[in-house]
């Protein structure tokens, strides 16, 4: 194909689409949302932002990933250009300008406490499903956003992607906005306080920055562990942390890992983020996936039947968002070609994403479950004995290795006890032997691997 057949507006325009899937909501919110397409100078496409600043944090943070998927589209493209076009409206939450960045008075009447720009109205307690994996997270919120007291301080939620740390903070602010009016509340991304302090270092606005964020009732910050490894930015964390604790003003902080799972943090922070109640959201449950689809299809007020909510809730394991966005494809889909939603539509929509959500067996599973089986010790599995009752549910278990997994007879052998592969072979080969004639053991087998799979 010519390099100059490919309409590359058009292409911006796919990805534009795109990017929050991307990206995320933060990267997409706060940076990306206000990209604009410029022109296409034939292998080079530039692209727009209204502010030098956004142009450098999309430069360094964003555009490497960006110009790879604009070449899955379009392979003649060896360069993304971002340049600043003041034309452009800015279009992130960032608000345009932070109080801190206005000397004149006028600016400062801005009500300091209405941050509900960036807080999405979906996420509130009344929207928060709860079960037994994030009952502790929830009602530690609840509790920090009912009472004016400090308990405990900070709040620090942790929990995988997409388990509902983001929507538990802003159930607060928007609880606090709602019936404490006067309270100054500051939400915000760890990465994005860190904008924030480069900006405030590169403008001299240090002391502004300190006072502003040292002046609130409570302070959220999102997705700490963005911080990790960026010592000047977790310095003035670490001050702004200590000054609100002795003011006994509340902070409630945010993470993928516990303060003592978390790499590349100062000792002194790690003990001080660890003080008050550290609560995790676990992975959630069938019933938590369950309930989540029925409070959104009841609010939605679209019928879907029992028996696809239930596929989705057990297929779609691996979080909450992407459990929605599957919901959200099945009705577009019915919205967009119309029709009954039916078990079989769901597969053909969702293939991709339940083939993503297939649970990976491994070796280790097939051992634990094979020595279990046949009542042998798991390190039977590693062990150099040849007895008849071990070597058996062993070549059984590198039968299976074979079968379910991926891995190469090398792969499999060093797995268990370092064996060479030409005696996995021959297990294999015995075993598939053994099978034919042996109803019990293809009874076994079979078994076992209807378990593995499942
Ligand atoms: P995290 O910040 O932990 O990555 P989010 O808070 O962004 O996750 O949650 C991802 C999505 O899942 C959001 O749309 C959120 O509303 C939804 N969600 C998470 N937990 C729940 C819950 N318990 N009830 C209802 N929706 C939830
Ligand atoms: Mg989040």
Redesign the pocket.
Same mark, same amino acid.
């Given at each position: 194909m010519n390099a100059h057949t490919y309409d590359q507006q058009a292409i911006w325009r796919d990805i534009a689409v795109s990017l929050q899937e991307i990206f995320g909501?933060n990267a997409y919110r706060g940076w990306l949302k206000s990209l604009r397409f410029e022109e296409d100078l034939g292998g080079k496409v530039v692209l727009s932002v209204p502010t030098p600043f956004i142009r450098d944090w999309i430069q360094a943070r964003y555009l490497s990933k960006l110009l790879a998927c604009w070449q899955e589209k379009s392979p003649d493209v060896h360069a993304i250009d971002v340049i600043v076009n003041d034309a452009v409206p800015v279009l992130t939450d960032e608000p345009t300008q932070a109080p801190f960045m206005m000397p004149d008075v006028e600016a400062r009447k801005a009500p300091l406490n209405d941050h509900t720009a960036g807080l !999405?109205p979906?996420?509130t307690f009344e929207?928060?499903?709860?079960?037994k994996p994030?009952e502790l997270a929830?009602a530690a919120a609840r509790r920090v956003a009912e009472t004016d007291q400090v308990n405990f301080n900070p709040l620090f939620l942790y929990?995988?992607?997409?388990?509902?740390?983001?929507?538990?903070m802003h159930a607060v602010a928007w609880h606090l906005h709602i019936h404490r009016k006067d309270r100054k509340v500051i939400y915000m991304s760890a990465e994005k306080f860190m904008y924030q302090f480069i900006r405030a270092l590169r403008n001299k606005n240090i002391i502004d920055f300190r006072e502003y964020f040292r002046s609130v009732d409570v302070l959220m910050i !999102? !997705?700490v562990q963005f911080i990790s490894g960026k010592e000047s930015t977790q310095e003035e964390f670490f001050h702004t942390f200590n000054s609100l604790v002795d003011q006994k003003k509340q902070i409630i902080l #945010?993470a993928d890992k516990s303060p003592s799972e978390m790499q590349g943090i100062e000792e002194r922070m790690r003990s001080r983020l660890g003080w008050g109640l550290v609560a995790d959201?676990h992975p959630t449950s069938y019933e938590?996936r369950l309930g989540?689809l029925q #409070?959104?299809v009841e609010k939605l007020d679209v019928t879907i039947p029992a028996e696809v909510l239930e596929f989705l809730a057990y297929k779609i394991t691996s979080?909450?968002?992407e459990?929605?966005g599957a919901l959200n494809r099945i009705l577009a889909h019915v919205t967009l070609v119309g029709g009954k939603v039916s078990l079989e539509t769901t597969q053909q929509v969702l293939k991709d994403l339940l083939r993503a959500n297939e649970r990976h067996v491994t070796i280790e599973d097939i051992q634990r479950q094979v020595a279990e089986h046949f009542n042998v010790r798991t390190s039977d599995m590693h062990s150099p004995k040849r007895l008849r009752c071990v070597a058996r549910p062993r070549q059984v278990a590198m039968y299976l290795s074979k079968q379910l997994t991926t891995r190469s007879l090398p792969e499999i052998g060093k797995k268990f006890g370092g064996r060479d592969h030409t005696t996995v072979m021959h297990a294999v080969k015995k075993i598939e032997e053994l099978k034919l004639g042996d109803i019990s053991l293809r009874n076994d087998i079979d078994l076992l691997s209807r378990i593995l799979s499942n």
């Open positions: 909501e !999405d979906r996420f929207n928060f499903v709860v079960g994030n929830y929990g995988g992607v997409g388990l509902g740390k983001t929507h538990l !999102d !997705d #945010s959201i938590l989540i #409070s959104k979080n909450i968002r459990l929605e």
